[in-house]
C-alpha cells in the first residue's frame, strides 16, 4: 500500500470516529414496520383500493405529542406558517403549550400527553414535518422544500404532488389502506373489514387515569364512542398510541380509532385530501371500516385529526456499537501504523 494510499485511509478513518450514529438530532426517533407483499392485488370491496407496486415503511405508530413539540421547538420559535394552534393547549384532545412571544417562542407537552397523537394538524403543517424529516430535522432544516415543494408559505389551497426523492412523507389512500387492512403474507391475500385483523367491529376501550388505553396491544379494539374518558373524569379522549387493541397485519396500531389521519388520495396535486380511520369521536364500528373514507380540504384541523408518515424500504445497514467503535479504530490505526513502519524500512 503506497503512503499516499495509507494517509487518505487514517483521515477516511478519523472522519468516522467523529460521526454521530444518530441520524436526527432534534427528533424523537421514528418506528417503522415494512409493508412488503409488492405487486399485492386490489380489494374488491370497495372495490380497487390497496394495490401497492413496491413494498414500504410506515409509522408504527401516530405521530405524537412530543414528536410534535421536537419539530415546533426546532423550527418554530417564530412560527410563521401558523404550525402551532391554540387549541393544542386549550381544548380536550390538543396536547402541547407554548410560551414566550415571537422570535423567542418555546413549546411543551401537556401533562400525560407526550404519547398520546397530535391533533389540531392540516394537511400542510403534516407536510412540513415532512420536509423537515427529509431535510435532517434540525433547527437549520427546510420546512419548505423536501418531501414536498410549498410555495410562498401556504398554508391552504391546492396540495403538491410528492417529489421522486422523497423520504418522509403521507402515504397515499392505497398505501393507508393496504398497511391498514390487507391480510398479508402474499400478492392475493385478501383484505380484512377492520384494521385490527378482524371482520368484526372493535369494542370500544375505556383508559386509567392517565390515558393508557385499557386493551394494551391485542384483541379487537379500538379507542372510539368517547369510550376513553379520562384526566380525574375530563374530557381526555386521546389515549396513549399501541394501546388499544391489535395491530394490523403488518404491524401498524391504531389505524382505527384515536385519531384519524390524512392520506396523499392518488397522490396527485389537489385542494383536498383524504382522512380514513375512524376517531374517538366516531360512534359507529362502521366509521372506522375499509368502506368509510373522506375527504376534506387541506387546511382542516380538528381535534380528532392527525397524520402518520411513509418512508421507501431502506436496505438494512450493518449496525455500529458506539461504544466499542474505539476499540476497532484503535487496532485498525495501529495496523496501520505498523505497516507505515515497515514500508519505511524496506525504502
Not at 395491530?247 to 396523499?264: C, R, T
Amino acid at each position: 500500500m503506497s503512503r499516499s494510499s495509507l494517509k487518505t485511509l487514517s483521515l477516511w478513518l478519523a472522519a468516522v470516529a467523529c460521526l454521530s450514529f444518530g441520524s436526527l438530532a432534534n427528533a424523537e426517533a421514528i418506528q417503522w414496520v415494512t409493508v412488503g407483499d409488492p405487486g399485492n392485488t386490489a380489494d374488491t370491496a370497495p372495490a380497487g383500493l390497496g394495490a401497492v407496486a413496491t413494498s414500504f415503511r410506515i409509522m408504527k405508530y401516530e405521530f405524537t405529542n412530543q414528536q410534535y413539540t421536537d419539530f415546533l421547538n426546532s423550527v418554530a420559535k417564530t412560527d410563521t406558517y401558523s404550525l402551532y394552534k391554540a387549541d393544542m393547549s386549550g381544548n380536550y384532545s390538543g396536547g402541547i403549550t407554548r410560551s414566550g412571544s415571537s422570535g423567542s417562542y418555546t413549546y411543551a407537552v401537556k401533562p400525560d400527553m407526550g404519547d398520546k397523537p397530535v391533533a389540531y394538524v392540516s394537511w400542510f403543517d403534516a407536510a412540513r414535518v415532512s420536509n423537515w424529516y427529509q431535510n435532517g430535522a434540525t433547527s437549520s432544516s427546510s420546512t419548505e422544500t423536501g418531501a414536498y415543494t410549498l410555495v410562498g408559505g401556504q398554508i391552504s389551497g391546492t396540495a403538491p404532488t410528492v417529489n421522486a426523492d422523497a423520504k418522509f412523507y403521507m402515504p397515499t389512500a392505497d398505501q393507508w389502506y393496504k398497511a391498514a387492512y390487507y391480510k398479508g403474507g402474499g400478492t392475493n391475500a385478501g383484505y380484512w373489514n377492520y384494521a385490527t385483523q378482524s371482520d368484526t367491529g372493535p369494542t370500544r376501550v375505556t383508559a386509567n387515569g392517565t390515558g393508557v388505553g385499557s386493551a394494551g396491544s391485542t384483541g379487537n379494539f379500538a379507542n372510539f364512542n368517547y369510550g376513553a374518558s379520562w384526566n380525574n373524569g375530563g374530557s381526555y379522549f386521546v389515549t396513549t398510541v399501541g394501546t388499544n387493541g391489535g395491530e394490523s397485519a403488518y404491524g401498524a396500531f391504531d389505524m382505527n380509532g384515536n385519531v384519524y389521519e390524512w392520506n396523499d388520495l392518488t397522490g396527485a396535486a389537489g385542494s383536498s385530501r383524504g382522512w380514513r380511520g375512524g376517531s374517538w369521536y366516531v360512534t359507529s364500528a362502521s366509521d372506522m371500516s375499509s368502506s368509510s373514507s373522506y375527504t376534506f380540504p387541506t387546511s382542516d384541523e380538528t381535534g380528532d385529526l392527525g397524520f402518520r408518515l411513509v418512508s421507501p424500504v431502506i436496505a438494512p445497514v450493518p449496525e455500529i456499537d458506539p461504544a466499542g467503535m474505539g476499540s476497532v479504530l484503535a487496532l485498525v490505526t495501529g495496523a496501520l501504523g505498523l505497516l507505515e513502519r515497515r514500508r519505511l524500512k524496506a525504502s
